[in-house]
Every structure is written in structure tokens, then in C-alpha cells.
């Protein structure tokens, strides 16, 4: 059972291009995880969101929580080839493990 | 956070073997994961490592095919057993400490089986 659909499932843009990637449920998540990884390399975690609304930024990633706590999305602004990678939602209850979405292959050429 | 690695970091072995895959972690943590990734596709939870007692299997995996070992609250084993080709994969031992809901992962064992 896939319980995260992530979309798109791949996607091949630009240096300079905006792009969106979006994480939904059916289910409420208590938290909620990003992760970049990169070839040869485990999932790095990039932020967690546990609040309903909640907006989280990092340099040029902007990280939104659903109002109600089901969906999530990472927009990055102004794309760089070093944002190349495979990106991850994971959700989390308490006192289990992270399960993931099937994940979003970015490339941006430059 | 927890900085965790991994031996080895890969590995190439013939059908029938067994492999064991050891993770420690560089500070003591509550629950540690085992997870299975195909290159360039998402995780899939073998299972959670529990210290002193059985490891808690997810559907699809077994004890007998993927015994795994929790001695103390750093350290962590999986064992690849009577392997064959499909096992070929990435193995990514995980970790969480205390009541934080953020996950950390390390490098990943890269199986080939021949």
C-alpha cells in the first residue's frame, strides 16, 4: 500500500527555473520529512514539519505543511545543478519508522 | 543529530552466500531502521532493530532470510542470507533519538549479487 503520493516523479528543468514538488496523504501525518539524496550517498534530512500551516525555508527551499496536516510541498526557487538529486517525503508517526514516498528525480542542467 | 556509518560500503557476492551488514552509531539512540532501496527509488523498511529482544519485520521480510542483530543501543547488524540476484540492492541503516521524530541515515551498503 503506498500510503505518500509524491509527484511529479521526475523532473528535468533549467538552471534558473522554479520548480514544485508535492507530497499528499490520505491519512493526517504527525510529522513530516524531507530528504535530498544524492548518488552513492544516504538520504540527507532536509527539514521537519509538524504543525498544520507551518512554512520552513532554507536558502532557497520553501518547505509548506497542509492546513490539515495531509499534504506537504517543497517549491525551490532560482534551481542550481547542485540541487540535482533524488528528493524524499517521509512520514512519521510517533515511535515508528519514516515510510516514503517514491520520491522525485530532479535534474537541472545548467 | 546522529552520525551514522556503515561496513561495508559495498560488496559483491555469489548466490548462496550469506553477508552481514554492520551500522554504528556515533551517539546512543532509542529506535534504529533497516531499509532496502533499488538505485534511484524509494525506501522500503525491512525492519526496526529492537535492543535486547526480536527485530519487528515489515510484510515481506523475514527473520530467517534477513536476521538482524540490536546488542546495544549504538550498534546494529543485518544479515543478507542465501542471497540471490534479486537481492541485488542498496541496504540503509537508520536511526532516531529519543522522542524526536527526525530519522538519519547513513551512507548505505551497495549489494551485488551475482
Known amino acids: 500500500t503506498q500510503l505518500l503520493e509524491q509527484s511529479p516523479q521526475f523532473l528535468s528543468i533549467q538552471e534558473g527555473e522554479n520548480l514544485t514538488v508535492y507530497c499528499n496523504s490520505s491519512?493526517?501525518?504527525?510529522?513530516l520529512q524531507w530528504y535530498r539524496q544524492e548518488p552513492g550517498e544516504g538520504p540527507v534530512l532536509l527539514v521537519t514539519?509538524?504543525?498544520?500551516?507551518e512554512v520552513k525555508k532554507l536558502k532557497r527551499l520553501t518547505f509548506q505543511f497542509g492546513d490539515a496536516r495531509k499534504d506537504s510541498s517543497l517549491h525551490i526557487t532560482a534551481a542550481q545543478p547542485g540541487d540535482t538529486g533524488l528528493y524524499l517525503c517521509?512520514?512519521?508517526?510517533?515511535?515508528?519508522?519514516?515510510?516514503f514516498g517514491k520520491g522525485t528525480t530532479l535534474s537541472v542542467s545548467s | 543529530s546522529a552520525v551514522i556509518s556503515q561496513k561495508p560500503s559495498r560488496d559483491i557476492c555469489q548466490r548462496g552466500t550469506s553477508l552481514t551488514i554492520q551500522c554504528q552509531v556515533d551517539?546512543?539512540?532509542?529506535?534504529m531502521f533497516w531499509y532496502r532501496q533499488q538505485p534511484g527509488q524509494s525506501l522500503t523498511l525491512i525492519a526496526t532493530a529492537n535492543q535486547g529482544s526480536e527485530a519487528t519485520y515489515e510484510s515481506g521480510f523475514v527473520i530467517d532470510k534477513f536476521p538482524i542483530s540490536r546488542p546495544n543501543l549504538t550498534f546494529s547488524t543485518l544479515t543478507v542470507s542465501n542471497m540471490s540476484p534479486e537481492d541485488s540492492s542498496i541496504y540503509l541503516c537508520?536511526?532516531?533519538?529519543?522522542?524526536?521524530?527526525?530519522?538519519?541515515f547513513g551512507p548505505g551498503t551497495r549489494l551485488t549479487v551475482t
Open positions: 551517539s546512543q539512540v532509542t529506535m
Open positions: 514539519v509538524v504543525t498544520g500551516g
Open positions: 491519512s493526517v501525518f504527525s510529522s
Open positions: 537508520s536511526a532516531r533519538q529519543g522522542a524526536s521524530y527526525e530519522q538519519y
Open positions: 517521509g512520514k512519521g508517526q510517533a515511535g515508528t519508522a519514516l515510510i
